[in-house]
C-alpha cells in the first residue's frame, strides 16, 4: 500500500531532551515535508527536501533539524525540544520537483508534547 | 510571504444542501491550489488539485474552482451528506513551498 508512515504516533517529552520523528514513504517520492498544526494557526512548514541532500526552510524552521540521506526517509530532529515546539506534525511528499502536477500525500501525524 | 485565507471558520448545514467554502489566497504567483479534508484525530487527504493554468477541477460531488487574478478559490460540494462533516483545508503552492488556510470545519446535520 502506499503511504507515508510517520513515528512515533505519540510522544510526551521534557525540555532539552533529544528527540527523532521519522518519516518514511514507499512511493519513490522526490519531495517531502515537515509542517506543524497549531489551533489558530493552521499548518506552517518547518522544512521541505527536493531530493536526496537537498533541503531548504519553510516558514518556522527554528528549533528543527532535517536530514535527507535516503530518498524514503525524512526525519525530523529536535535537538533541544522545548514547550513551545508542543504541536501535531505531518509529513507529506510528493513525486517530484515539477510541483506544479502533483499532489501532496500526508502522513497520519505525530502528537508531541513538551514538558 | 504568501498568505491565505478561509471564511468561514464553521459551518453547520442540514444534510442536502449544498455546500460552499472559500479560500483567498495574497500571491498570485502560485503553482497550483490544493483542497485537502481532515479528520478528527487524522492527517490530511487530498481531494482536489487545481494547476494554475486551470479554471476549475471536478471530483464527483465536489468542484473547486480558481481565479488567480483574484486570488480565490472555491470549493463546492453537492447534495451534502452526514460524511461530509470534517475540517477542510485549501493550500497554496508557491516555489516549492504549501502555505495552507486555517481550515472551514464542517458539520452535516441528519
Known amino acids: 500500500e502506499a503511504q507515508v508512515t510517520q513515528n512515533p504516533r505519540y510522544l510526551i517529552t521534557v525540555t532539552g531532551k533529544k528527540l527523532t520523528v521519522t518519516c518514511s514513504q514507499n512511493?519513490?517520492?522526490?519531495?517531502m515535508s515537515w509542517y506543524r498544526q497549531d489551533p489558530g494557526l493552521g499548518l506552517r512548514q518547518i522544512y521541505y527536501?527536493?531530493?536526496?541532500?537537498?533541503?531548504d526552510k519553510g516558514d518556522v524552521p527554528e528549533g528543527y533539524k532535517v536530514s535527507r540521506k535516503e530518498k524514503r526517509n525524512f526525519p525530523l530532529i529536535l535537538e533541544s525540544p522545548s514547550p513551545n515546539q508542543t504541536s501535531l506534525y505531518f509529513c507529506?511528499?510528493?513525486?517530484?520537483?515539477?510541483?506544479?502536477?502533483?499532489?501532496?500525500?500526508f502522513g497520519p501525524g505525530t502528537r508531541l508534547t513538551v514538558l | 510571504k504568501q498568505e491565505v485565507t478561509q471564511i468561514p471558520a464553521a459551518l453547520s448545514v442540514p444534510e442536502g444542501e449544498n455546500l460552499v467554502l472559500n479560500c483567498s489566497f495574497t500571491?498570485?504567483?502560485?503553482?497550483?491550489l490544493q483542497w485537502f479534508r481532515q479528520d478528527p484525530g487524522k492527517g490530511l487527504t487530498s481531494l482536489l488539485l487545481?494547476?494554475?493554468?486551470?479554471r476549475e477541477q471536478t471530483s464527483g460531488r465536489l468542484n473547486a474552482s480558481l481565479d488567480k487574478s483574484s486570488g480565490r478559490s472555491t470549493l463546492y460540494i453537492a447534495a451534502s451528506q452526514p460524511g461530509d462533516s470534517a475540517t477542510y483545508l485549501c493550500?497554496?503552492?508557491?516555489?516549492?513551498?504549501?502555505?495552507f488556510g486555517a481550515g472551514t470545519t464542517v458539520t452535516v446535520r441528519a
Open positions: 493550500a497554496a503552492c508557491n516555489d516549492y513551498k504549501l502555505s
Open positions: 507529506a511528499s510528493s513525486f517530484s520537483g515539477a510541483f506544479s502536477y502533483n499532489e501532496q500525500f
Open positions: 512511493m519513490n517520492h522526490e519531495y
Open positions: 527536501s527536493m531530493n536526496v541532500e537537498v533541503t
Open positions: 500571491d498570485s504567483a502560485i503553482y497550483n
Open positions: 487545481i494547476q494554475s493554468s486551470q
